[in-house]
């Protein structure tokens, strides 16, 4: 018993989690669970936010150890607040996205961690960018990611279709969510979701009890 709790604070704390982005006609929605686990072994915490703002309408999802993932974010923040400056203008999702792969290229020997990038420019409008273990960076219209997202690629497939309304995408979102935390034990909590649009970013939390529901738990 001693051991394995030895073992669980070597592991640190995991997001375990189910994040997902995706784009619809106009904007992008990219959202997470709340659940953190220790280890893999228990839940350290339900109320974790994963969805993190960047810039004014960038923000990015995080997945793998929580340390190291706040850790590249932080520095991220860092690099576009400056990239701003010198450019006297908002950054470029690209821009997000560029800064991640090359933080998680240059210390992918100690990194843990994987980022979804998804925002709003003048320039190509709404994007989706998957930044993985070792700083591999591609672009996709929708990605999912997290130990719950095993479960979900199936009805990711089936029912994402491009140009769908800013509702019907929210459903999708919403939807997929649900179906992931009710089948992996280290995806849970409430939903956090971020509509990203010209006009600017709205944060939308659909609390655990009012998630669709799709099967007998």
Not at 40 to 67: P, W
């Amino acid at each position: 018993m001693e051991k394995r709790g030895m073992d669980a604070q070597c592991k640190g704390v995991s997001t375990g989690t189910t994040i997902l982005a995706a784009t619809f006609d106009g904007g992008v929605v990219i959202c997470s669970d709340s659940r953190a686990s220790m280890g893999g072994e228990y839940v350290s915490s339900k109320t974790i936010n994963k969805v993190v703002q960047v810039h004014d309408r960038i923000f990015c999802c995080m997945a793998g150890s929580l340390a190291d993932a706040q850790a590249v974010l932080k520095a991220a923040k860092f690099h576009l607040s400056f990239h701003s400056i010198q450019m006297e203008g908002s950054p470029q999702v690209i821009a997000a996205a560029s800064v991640l792969k090359e933080l998680c290229y240059k210390n992918k020997d100690e990194l843990q961690a994987g980022f979804i990038t998804a925002g709003w420019d003048d320039k190509k409008g709404p994007q989706i960018y998957v930044v993985s273990l070792g700083g591999m960076l591609i672009s996709q219209t929708v990605t999912i990611g997290g130990s719950g997202s095993t479960y979900i690629y199936g009805y990711v497939d089936a029912k994402y279709r491009p140009n769908m309304t800013r509702e019907e995408c929210l459903q999708f979102a919403t939807n997929a969510l649900a179906l992931a935390m009710g089948r992996d034990n280290v995806s849970g909590g409430v939903a956090h979701l971020v509509v990203i649009t010209k006009s600017g970013a709205e944060h939308v939390v659909v609390p655990g009890d009012k998630l669709p529901k799709f099967h007998n738990e």
